[in-house]
C-alpha cells in the first residue's frame, strides 16, 4: 500500500472559467480554483448562488471547458474520462426519460456502452434492488415518487458502476425525511463500491453528514473561500447527526458561508 | 394504475355527448317543422337522412356519382395527401433541427407560410397539375397538413431537457445517440399532436380543393353540384359524409397517439 502514489480521483489546477469572454456580458464563473479530490473521498461544494459550484462539477465532467489551467480526472484529461465513462452524474431533476421504464432508464448508459440485453437486464435489476426498488423496473418514472425517482437517477449513475460519481443537488427537491434518509442510503452505496463523489448542496447539514470534506465558494467570481475537513469517520449512521463533532463542523461551515456574505 | 380504460368507463365518458348530439338533433328537427324554416336554408335532418340513404349506393341527383363512390374517392385524396405531408413534414424536421442551418433557412418560411391560407393555392396547382388531374388536389392537402406536422415535430426534437442532454453527453453519446435516445422520443408526443390536427385537415383541404377542380366525382363537386341544383338535402348528406371521414380520420389519429405513447399518463377525458 505504501508503495503506491495514488493518482489523486480528481485534480484541479488553477481552473477558471470565464463566460462570454469577448463581449460586454463577460461573466467570470471562476477564478484559480486548485483542488484535490483523493480516491474514494466525499466532497461537497457548498456556496451562495452564483458561486460557481455548478460550472465547477461540469468542468470536471468535461460539459464546460475551462479557459484556464488544467483538470485531471484519475491522471487523464476530464475530456478522456469523459469518453472513457469513468464518471456518473445525478441532477436536481431526477432527469429520467419518461418513454423508458424505470429499468430501461437505469440501462440507458449501458446500452450506450454496447452491453447485451441480458447484461444489462441483469444489471437494472441488481441496481434497482441495490436502491430498494426491486418491484419497479416495469413501471413508467411518471408512477414513481419523486424520491423513487431520484433513487432511480442514481441508480441509472452507478448502473456502469463508475469510479466517480458527480452529483448537483440530487436531492434538493425532496422534503427533509425523505432526503435524510436518501443521504444514509447514498452513503452506504458508495462506501460499498469505493466511489468517489463530489457532491453540490446548498444544505449545510448535508454537507456535513455526507463529507469527507467541505468546499465552500465564494461568488463573483467563484473562488474556493476554505475547505473543512469532517472527521465523522467513514461509517455514519442517524446517531452521527447528533455527535458533537457534526454540530462543531456544521458550525464551521455555516460560519464560511456567513463569511462569504450571502446564505446558502 | 395503467391498466387502461375499462368498458364501462368509455361508455361514460361518451355517454354525455351523445346524449348532446341526439338531443341536438330532435331540437333541430322540431325546430324547422316549428319555425317552418324552408329546406333551402336548412334542411331537417329527417330529409338529410333520407337523401343520404337515396343517394348513398346509386346517384338519385344530378351528380353521376353515389356519395359512398365520392365519399371514398375523397377519403383516398385526403389520406394519400395526409401521409405524404406527415412524412415530409417529419422528415424535413429532422433535416431542420439536425443541420442549423438549413432549419435558419426553411423555419421563417414554414411559419410564413402556416400562416397563409394554403387552400388558395388551389386554383394554381390545378394550372400546374390539370384541372382534371387528382395531383392537383393532393398536392393542396399535402401543402396544408405538411406545415403543423413539420414545426411541431421540430418543436419537440428541440424542446428536449438540457438535464437529459448533459447526461448524454456524459456518457460520450454521439449527436446521433442523442437523436434517437432524447430528441426523436420527445418529439413523439409533438407529433402525434400535430397528427390528430392534421388528420381532420387533410379532409377540409381535400374538398375545398374539389372545389376548385380535379375530377368530379368527389364529394367537393357532388357538394357544388347538388348546392347549384337547389337540392340542399343531398348537398347536406354529402357534407355528413365529409365529417364521418374527417371524424374518423381523427379517431384514428387519437387512437395512433394511444398505441404509440404506452408511457402516457391517463389524463381524465381522454
Known sequence: ?????????????????????????????????????????????????????????????????????????????????????????????????????????????????????????????????????????????????????????????LSFKPRLLLMDEPFGALDEMTREHMQNELLELVSEVGTTVVFITHSISEATFLSNRVVVLSP??????????????????EDTREEETYFKCATEVREALRHVGASP | MSAGFTVPRRLGAVAPAAIAGLVLLVLWELGVRAFGIREFVLPRPSSIGQALADNWSTSEGVSTVSLRQAGWNTTVIAVS??????????????????????????TPFAVAANATPIVALAPIFNAWFGITSPLSNQAVVVVVVFFPVFLNTARGLLEVEVSQIELMRSYGATDLSVLGKVRIPNAIPFFLTSLRLAAPLSVIAAIVAEYFGGPQDRLGPVITQNASFARYAEAW??????????????????????VAMPWRRPVDGQ
Not at chain 1, 475537513?229 to 467513514?234: A, E, K, S, Y
Not at chain 2, 412524412?87 to 433557412?105: C, H, K, P, Q, S
Not at chain 2, 348528406?237 to 394511444?258: K, P, T
Open chain 2, 237 to 258: 348528406a354529402a357534407i355528413v359524409v365529409a365529417s364521418v371521414v374527417g371524424l374518423a380520420l381523427f379517431a384514428l389519429a387519437v387512437a395512433l397517439e394511444r
Open chain 1, 220 to 237: 463573483r467570481p467563484g473562488r474556493i473561500h476554505d475547505i473543512i475537513d469532517v472527521p465523522l469517520g467513514d461509517h455514519r449512521t
Open chain 1, 1 to 157: 500500500m505504501t508503495m503506491l502514489t495514488p493518482v489523486p480521483a480528481i485534480s484541479i489546477q488553477g481552473v477558471g472559467k470565464t463566460f462570454n469572454p469577448d463581449s460586454d456580458e463577460q461573466v467570470v464563473a471562476l477564478d484559480g480554483i486548485d483542488l484535490d479530490v483523493e480516491a474514494t473521498e466525499f466532497v461537497s461544494l457548498i456556496g451562495p448562488s452564483g458561486c460557481g459550484k455548478s460550472t465547477l462539477l461540469r468542468l470536471i465532467a468535461d460539459l464546460v471547458t475551462p479557459t484556464a489551467g488544467t483538470i485531471e480526472v484519475f491522471g487523464k484529461s476530464a475530456h478522456q474520462a469523459r469518453l472513457d465513462r469513468d464518471y456518473g452524474m445525478a441532477f436536481q431533476s431526477a432527469g429520467l426519460f419518461s418513454w423508458r421504464k424505470v429499468a430501461r432508464n437505469i440501462e440507458l448508459p449501458l446500452e450506450l456502452m454496447g452491453w447485451s440485453k441480458a447484461d444489462r437486464e441483469a444489471r437494472s435489476a441488481e441496481m434497482l434492488e441495490l436502491v430498494q426498488l426491486p418491484e419497479f423496473g416495469n413501471h413508467y418514472p411518471w408512477q414513481l415518487s419523486g424520491g423513487m425517482q431520484q433513487r432511480v437517477a442514481i441508480a441509472r449513475a
Open chain 2, 81 to 106: 395527401g395526409l401521409v405524404v405531408g406527415v412524412l415530409l413534414g417529419a422528415a424535413l424536421a429532422l433535416l431542420a433541427t439536425r443541420y442549423v442551418r438549413v432549419g435558419r433557412t426553411l
